[in-house]
């Protein structure tokens, strides 16, 4: 029976303008508010948006003490998305509010695009085509992702679908994370180690970690510079796992083979140095953006309305 007393807004733009979610959506709730605006929530405008509101979906847009302080109607908040970095649970807990949230709905997006990007470095794609469109036909030789070293920081739900994905790859994959995943790492023949030793001995690094307070700026100048050389960085978890301008001056000066990131610690990025670069690939947080994978996070997150 469609539930016609509660109010849901839905702040997310994708799934706003996805029309198979916001039927599904409007067969079990009535009275249902949608971003048609196509504007990023914040501050002021996000508490307008959600005022009215006793449940909501929310992607990206920051719920601190202050927003929750001025949403008293507000019960439930679900995740459109996996990051719960933007949302302060200390504070969900103090206003009583509920939160729904599924964990790697978008993990098989995100693996084929780290496997994607890993390619693209090693065999030169993105730089040959740059060359090709200012009127240079030069072949590059590059390197096969079949048998390299991958090291997977953060061995969760996106992590493990990683293993999983390379397996036909043949790589020799390290993994370092806080838990010990044990039974996992033997069925696939994993090493864990800690983090410095993946970072000297892979010639792929992929971060898979949350953003918290451990994990803010875990890759330093100095830990990055442990890399090889020839070794490549991919980063499609969080921006500010890792120090960007760091980044791009070993780009710059050889120290590092390439890099690619998804996010970034600012949104969208404005350091042209850094995007320029010809061993430098940049997408605009896409790493959730698959057809399949929008359709499941929204799934999850109609459910994650009915949490306990």
Not at 192 to 215: G, M, Q, R, W, Y
Request: charged content about 25%; glycine content about 8%; proline content about 3%.
């Amino acid at each position: 029976m469609k539930d016609k007393k509660t109010n849901v807004a839905v702040t997310s733009r994708s799934f706003s303008k996805n029309p198979i979610l916001r039927n599904e959506l409007l067969k079990k709730y009535e009275n249902v508010k949608f971003n048609d605006s196509g504007l990023q929530l914040q501050g002021d405008s996000l508490v307008d948006f959600l005022k009215e509101c006793h449940k909501a979906i929310i992607a990206l847009e920051v719920i601190n003490d202050d927003i929750l302080r001025r949403l008293p109607r507000l019960k439930v908040i679900s995740k459109y998305g996996v990051g719960l970095d933007m949302i302060d649970i200390q504070a969900m807990n103090k206003y009583s509010v509920k939160l729904g949230w599924t964990g790697g709905v978008n993990r098989r997006s995100v693996s084929e695009l780290v496997i994607s990007l890993s390619i693209s470095l090693l065999r030169h794609i993105s730089s040959s085509h740059r060359e090709v469109l200012s009127g240079v036909w030069r072949q590059h030789v590059g390197s096969q992702l079949s048998g390299k070293t991958v090291g997977i920081i953060g061995c969760g739900h996106g992590g493990k679908d990683l293993v999983r994905m390379l397996k036909p790859f043949k790589c020799n994959i390290l993994v370092n994370d806080i838990e010990n995943f044990h039974d996992f790492y033997k069925q696939y023949n994993i090493k864990p180690v800690e983090k410095n030793e993946l970072l000297a001995n892979s010639d792929i690094v992929t971060l898979h970690t949350p953003l918290n307070n451990t994990t803010r700026n875990m890759l330093t100048a100095e830990k990055m510079s442990l890399m090889k050389p020839s070794a490549i960085l991919i980063n499609l978890a969080r921006g500010s796992l890792l120090d960007e301008n760091a980044l791009k001056k070993m780009l710059m000066t050889g120290k590092l083979g390439g890099a690619a990131l998804d996010v970034f610690s600012t949104e969208p990025p404005k350091d042209m140095e850094l995007l320029e670069l010809s061993n430098f690939i940049v997408t605009p947080h896409i790493g959730g953006s698959s057809n399949e994978a929008i359709m499941a996070m929204g799934r999850s997150s109609i459910s994650g309305l009915e949490v306990k």
